[in-house]
């Protein structure tokens, strides 16, 4: 989480708000006594450092992350966020964002921006753990991923390289490895996918932070990630973000980091996201698309995915096992084995000899059970008539999973939703649109799961809706995870946005030759996924105390009331430092405040 100071009495009274009934006294005094210490450390040592900000030729905001409030160049930013200070708060293990805007009073040509490590009392974190990008504005086909005649500019792309995707008279135009610059907003009329040979489509971001240009009254946004290295010690780190061109010093940040002694526990949900890529043999080198990969761009993308949370995409058919053993080795490698696998071919289940030859082959790679899919989004009669084939891969020892809608929701009438027609028989519902605790519950009541996607679907630039729609919201409803589609999904050229007259490219992360470029609402999801782990966390230090005769009342009168608030008017950042003041709390070390904090 990433904060703003405020006056000492406001901190305190929001780190007292909620605390279970122990000694507020003693905590007060003790909290007082720390803060008073930690304000002067703090005047100290910017005391003791130049005093090179604001600089005469720009201006410094640190300003929300998670948010769907978009900061375009020409944006006015509201004063209350001018700092050069950026206060971040996680637990060893855990990606944390933020986010800071430059705003040129004159031209500033090559800033650079670059972070030291973090240095506390118990250790070090280093520079390479903070990772700072660009945050990069593009035109796109509209706001939902539906919407293609709504051309706006909008943030989205988190970029190394500033350069490699340049706007010019509303268009977009993206830089090859060969330094030319192709047209990638040209209006078309497509309606399938491209897959685009490497040759044909060579983009590639650089490797390190590259200097960037700010024309004079325009903004520039950084992105800022800091991974906090598993192991490290609770505690304060204090480190700094210079910015500066080839000739001088033009200001810096600093950077405070608090450590908390908290070891989050994977989160109650499980996560997944339809993964259409495959590997293909007349394909070795891969393409620039969501389809065919090569070995190392697939590499690339889950170890992006098990970064965000995603532990259990899908996994589509290949051509021959060899291929498949490829990709199940590389998922296992990168930390997601011993799971389920949720399996998807062409047109619904596979024939029985084939079901059974897929459960033999994958239980060789350690995965205990195999989901197979369904027609997707089969409704009435279409739905009802794969009955036959999916008992037959429950008799080979298969389980059943599909995605389609609840009855009474606007795309099938009550009562001819999958629970009323094939509940008994699916295993898993992967139920579109904004999830219900009501639905949730028949699936519940046969022993069955429901899994949450399309609210929105992804490909929208809403890092807040992402956070919101597919963290709290889902444990609020009772849902046991999320699989959106797609992380990658590409609508002719997934570099385009404007070539398919039906849809935008539903994209997380965008391909390149060897990896990928991550996106804003990416980083929103993977925020989601951090509000279940803290979630996760303390309900299982309740249920610890409670077995040790502790009194857990407030806390769970307090997650009571979590559960039937409107999240979509909760302040996120607010109820997570909640769950880590009740954690800390039961781990009987409260040694952080719970500061007032902005919207990450």
């Keep these: 989480m990433v904060f703003t100071r405020k006056a000492a009495g406001l901190r305190l009274g929001r780190m007292m708000a909620g605390l ?51 900061i375009l ?83 989205e792309l988190l970029l190394k390289d500033d350069s490699l995707v340049k706007v010019e008279g509303e268009k977009n135009y993206l830089k090859l490895t060969t330094g030319e610059y192709i047209w990638i907003s040209e209006v078309k009329s497509g309606t399938g996918q491209e ?30 990630t800091l991974k906090v290295p598993d192991g490290s010690p609770a505690g304060i780190y204090d480190g700094r973000i210079e910015l500066r061109t080839s000739t001088e010093s ?106 059974e030859q897929i459960i033999a082959f994958a239980q060789t790679y350690g995965i205990p059970e195999i989901y197979f899919y369904g027609i997707d989004e089969a409704t009435g009669d279409v739905l009802e008539s794969q009955r036959p084939a999916w008992e037959a891969v429950h008799e080979a020892g298969g389980k059943i999973f599909a995605s389609g809608y609840r009855g009474g929701s606007s795309h099938v009438p009550q009562g001819q939703g999958n629970f009323e027609l094939m509940g008994d028989i699916q295993d898993l519902l992967i139920c579109a649109g904004e999830p219900s605790a009501e639905e949730a519950a028949k699936w519940h009541s046969v022993g069955h799961k429901i899994f949450c996607y399309a609210n929105p679907q992804v490909g929208e630039e809403k890092p807040e809706t992402y956070r919101r729609n597919y963290g709290l919201l889902l444990w609020q409803a009772d849902y046991d995870g999320a699989m959106d589609f797609a992380y990658q999904f590409s609508y002719c050229n997934i570099w385009n946005d404007f070539d398919n007259k039906n849809y935008r490219d539903h994209v997380f992360a965008y391909p390149t030759v ?27 230090l309740i249920e610890e105390a409670k077995t040790e005769g502790k009194d857990t009342s ?21 109820v997570r430092s ?10 009987e070390k409260k040694t952080s405040f719970n500061y007032e904090s902005a919207s990450t």
């Design 554 to 574: 407030d806390a769970e009168n307090w997650l009571a009331d979590l559960k039937s608030a409107d999240l979509m008017t909760k302040d996120l950042n607010a």
């Design 250 to 355: 033009l200001g810096e940040l600093q950077v405070e980091l608090e450590v908390l002694p908290i070891e989050l526990s994977e989160p109650c949900l499980t996560y997944s996201l339809y993964y259409q890529a495959r590997l293909h043999p007349d394909w070795p080198d891969g393409s620039i698309s969501s389809a065919i990969k090569s070995e190392g761009q697939m590499r690339a993308e889950l170890e992006d995915m098990f970064n965000h949370g995603v532990t259990n995409p899908t996994v589509y058919d290949n051509p021959n096992e060899t291929l498949s053993g490829k990709i199940l080795t590389m998922r296992n490698e990168a930390g997601m084995g011993g799971q389920p696998l949720y399996y998807l071919s062409c047109d619904g289940c596979p024939p029985i000899d084939e079901v």
């Design 73 to 155: 160049p020409t944006s006015s930013i509201p004063d209350k966020y001018i700092s050069d200070e950026i206060f971040i708060r996680a637990c060893p293990g855990e990606y944390e964002p933020a986010s800071f805007v430059v705003r040129a009073l004159d031209d500033v040509s090559s800033l650079e921006a670059k972070a030291t490590e973090l240095i506390g009392e118990s250790g070090s974190i280093p520079s390479s753990n903070i990772d700072i990008r660009v945050v990069k504005c593009w035109y796109q086909a509209g706001v939902e991923v539906w919407d293609i005649t709504h051309k706006l500019l909008t943030p």
């Design 514 to 540: 060897d990896g990928v470029i991550d996106t804003i609402q990416w980083e929103g999801w993977r925020e989601g996924v951090d509000d279940v782990k803290y979630l996760t966390t303390l309900l299982e």
């Design 20 to 70: 279970p009934p122990v000694n507020k006294g003693i905590v007060l005094l003790l909290a007082a006594l720390l803060l008073v210490a930690g304000l002067s450390a703090h005047i100290e040592k910017r005391e003791n450092q130049p005093s090179d900000f604001p600089h005469p030729r720009m201006t410094i905001y640190v300003v929300p992350t998670i948010t769907d409030e978009k």
């Design 195 to 224: 897959i685009i040979p490497i040759e044909d489509l060579p983009v590639k971001d650089s490797s390190t932070l590259q200097a960037v240009n700010i024309p004079q009254g325009t903004n520039k946004q950084f992105w800022v």
């Design 578 to 587: 909640q769950m880590i003041s009740y954690i800390l709390y039961f781990l």
